[in-house]
């Protein structure tokens, strides 16, 4: 008989065999067990039955069952709810030389989050509000969508100043869109005269107010002279 693991056996002398789990115990042939004395008149004692063989113990098979591919049930999918779109960063654009070029600059700066970027495009003097405040003002704003008219320049003391009419449509993180009309005001010192640090083309202002007119009619024909 095959004894689970860790159940002693207790032997005559008193010694406690442990049988590992799987293993037989059977009794070496040749040897026997001392007779037991018997009454007078008493039957004869049976010899001893040569004790079986035990067999190894047998483990239960526990082949686990793959589930039926076919009757699995598919992946819930996702609801529309669930399925937020993913904004794609605008390709980075850096130019100021031109008016153009700046404003579209400035504003893939903001489309790209790049706030402090999109700060810098402004004359150091004339920043149109502190830092955290002009970084509030986006922090619902998802996208900006810019159309621009042609920029007028003139040159005075030096400096060299435009005025650029544009349009805004801005789309917030509730869906939500905006559209804006305005002009620029941007400046730019002779290079050839500048000193350290050296100021490029920069922004010194603008003025937008919101346009009741689709966006692709919301450009101003013109600006006041810069």
């Given amino acids: 008989m ?20 799987g293993f037989a115990l059977a009794v070496p ?18 010899p001893a039955e040569k004790p079986a063989a035990a067999t190894p113990a047998q483990q239960p098979e526990t082949t686990a069952q793959q589930p039926d591919a076919k009757s699995a049930a598919p992946a819930a999918e996702p609801s529309a709810a669930e399925q937020k779109p993913t904004q794609t960063p605008a390709d980075y654009t850096d130019n100021r030389s031109t008016p153009d070029a700046l404003v579209r600059s400035y504003y893939n700066a903001i489309n790209r989050q790049e706030y402090a970027r999109a700060y810098g495009y402004y004359e150091p003097e004339s920043v149109p509000q502190p830092f955290p405040q002009f970084q509030a003002g986006y922090e619902n704003t998802v996208s900006v ?14 400096s060299v100043y435009w005025s650029l009419p544009i349009a805004i449509k801005s789309t917030l993180k509730d869906g939500k ?44 024909e013109g600006c006041e002279a810069p």
Avoid: D, H
């Avoid at 305005?182 to 003025?207: D, E």
């Fill in 2 to 21: 095959a004894l689970p693991l860790g159940l002693a056996l207790t032997a005559p002398l008193g010694f406690a065999l442990t049988v590992p789990l």
């Fill in 29 to 46: 042939l040749g040897f026997a067990r001392p007779a037991m004395a018997q009454e007078p008149g008493a039957a004869p004692a049976k």
């Fill in 145 to 158: 969508e810019v159309l621009l008219g042609k920029a007028e320049g003139e040159g005075a003391a030096g």
């Fill in 177 to 220: 869109t905006s559209i804006f009309n305005g002009c620029y005001r941007l400046k730019l010192a002779n290079p050839a005269i500048q000193g350290v640090p050296f100021v490029p083309l920069s922004l010194i202002g603008g003025t937008l107010e919101k346009s009741e007119q689709p966006f692709e009619q919301s450009v101003p």
